[in-house]
């Protein structure tokens, strides 16, 4: 199982790669060369794709009013360099406002 902590923005972090226990991702291998450069600052996380999830139940989101505040969280996805597995290395928990293009039914 991979080793999880939660930092102090109640994100989950696990920066070993559940496959092979490498925390060599290829995202932060990748940006390395632009931070040398000193055309990325070097606190910034790199991740090869995010996406949002939010907590919803479409069955009953249509009594919810636009503004709504619901539970979400953005997943960041990196690719182990050792071993090509793909994970989720940072989850960063939140919320998002229901909006009229997002509520369905
Ligand atoms: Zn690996």
């Known amino acids: 199982m991979a080793e999880q902590r939660e930092d102090e923005t109640q994100s989950l972090v696990f920066e070993k790669c559940p496959n092979c226990g490498s925390t060599n991702s290829l995202a932060n291998k990748m940006a390395k060369s632009e931070i040398e450069k000193g055309r990325m600052d070097p ?3 790199s991740f ?3 996406f949002k999830c939010t907590v919803i139940d479409n069955n009953r989101a249509a009594i919810l009013p636009i503004g709504a505040e619901l539970p979400a969280y953005d997943v960041n996805m ?3 360099a050792d071993c090509g ?3 989720g290395r940072k989850v960063v928990i939140g919320s998002v406002k229901l909006t009229g ?3 369905s039914r």
């Open 43 to 45: 606190k910034m996380d």
């Open 78 to 80: 990196d690719m182990c």
């Open 85 to 87: 597995t793909l994970w």
């Open 101 to 103: 293009m997002t509520k």
């Open 48 to 50: 090869i794709f995010i």
